[in-house]
C-alpha cells in the first residue's frame, strides 16, 4: 500500500539552528509533493509543493524542500529556523488512483519546537 | 472571509446517536475533500467530490459514513450509531478544478468526542 513516513515525530532545535525534515514515500509512479503546516491553533496550510520540473522547491517563509526520485524522498529545510516556525509539519503524496481521480496521502507530522 | 468553513467545530454525542458536519467550501472551488484526524496522525482520507460527484472514497469510510455534496457547493458528512473510535477532528478541504487543483485548502475541522 502506499505510505507516507516522516521519520521525526518530534524535533526541537535552538533559534538561527538549521532544519531538515525527513519524508519518504512508497509509490513508483508520478507523484505530486507536498509540505503542509499547522501552525498552533490554525488551519493546515501549504507550505510548498513539487509537481515537476526543478527538484528543488522553495515555499514561503524560507523553507525549501528537495525532491530526490531515485530516494523517494522530499525532505523539507530551512537553514535557520525562527521561534515562529514553531509547528506540526506534515508531508503529503497524491497518487493517481483512476483516470481523473486522486488519492492524497500524508504522513504522521513532525512536531517541532523551536527555543528562543 | 472567504475561507472554508465548518460547523459545527466541536461536536459531543453519546454512543449510538448519528451526527452529521457541514462544510462550505471556497466559492467556486469545485473540488472537495474530507480527511479524518486523530491524535498523533496525519490527516487520512476519506473522501472527495467533483461538484456534486463523489470520486474517491477510501476503505476507512465504512457503511455508518455518508458524503453529500448536492448541489456542488457545501457538503455534508454524516455518521450513523457513533462508536467510540470515530472520536477524531474532522477536517474538510477544497481546490480549484483547473490550475492549482492539486493545492487544497482546509477549514479549521470539526472535533468529535463520542461518549
Known amino acids: 500500500a502506499q505510505s507516507v513516513s516522516q521519520h521525526n515525530h518530534h524535533v526541537i532545535l535552538s533559534e538561527a539552528a538549521s532544519l531538515e525534515l525527513g519524508c519518504n514515500y512508497s509509490?513508483?509512479?508520478?507523484?505530486?509533493l507536498f509540505w503542509y503546516v499547522q501552525y498552533p491553533g490554525q488551519h493546515l496550510q501549504l507550505l510548498l509543493k513539487?509537481?515537476?520540473?526543478?527538484?528543488l522547491v522553495k515555499g514561503i517563509k524560507g523553507f525549501e524542500a528537495e525532491f530526490i526520485k531515485s530516494k523517494f524522498s522530499f525532505n523539507l529545510r530551512k537553514p535557520s529556523v525562527q521561534w515562529s516556525d514553531t509547528a506540526e509539519y506534515f508531508c503529503?503524496?497524491?497518487?493517481?488512483?483512476?483516470?481523473?481521480?486522486?488519492?492524497?496521502?500524508f504522513g504522521t507530522g513532525t512536531r517541532l519546537k523551536v527555543l528562543a | 472571509d472567504t475561507g472554508v468553513s465548518q460547523d459545527p467545530r466541536h461536536k459531543i454525542t453519546k454512543r449510538g446517536q448519528n451526527v452529521t458536519f457541514r462544510c462550505d467550501p471556497i466559492?467556486?472551488?469545485?473540488?472537495l475533500y474530507w480527511y479524518r484526524q486523530t491524535l498523533g496522525q496525519g490527516p487520512e482520507f476519506l473522501t472527495y467530490?467533483?461538484?456534486?460527484?463523489?470520486?474517491?472514497k477510501s476503505r476507512l469510510l465504512s457503511d455508518r459514513f455518508s458524503a453529500e455534496r448536492p448541489k456542488g457547493s457545501f457538503s455534508t458528512l454524516e455518521i450513523q450509531r457513533t462508536e467510540q473510535g470515530d472520536s477524531a477532528m474532522y477536517l474538510c478541504?477544497?481546490?480549484?478544478?483547473?490550475?492549482?487543483?492539486?493545492?487544497?485548502?482546509f477549514g479549521p475541522g470539526t472535533r468529535l468526542t463520542v461518549t
Open positions: 467530490f467533483q461538484n456534486e460527484a463523489q470520486l474517491e
Open positions: 503529503a503524496v497524491t497518487t493517481p488512483v483512476t483516470s481523473g481521480t486522486y488519492k492524497y496521502i
Open positions: 509509490y513508483g509512479g508520478t507523484v505530486n
Open positions: 466559492s467556486e472551488h469545485n473540488r
Open positions: 478541504a477544497s481546490s480549484p478544478g483547473q490550475g492549482n487543483f492539486y493545492e487544497q485548502y
Open positions: 513539487y509537481f515537476s520540473g526543478d527538484p
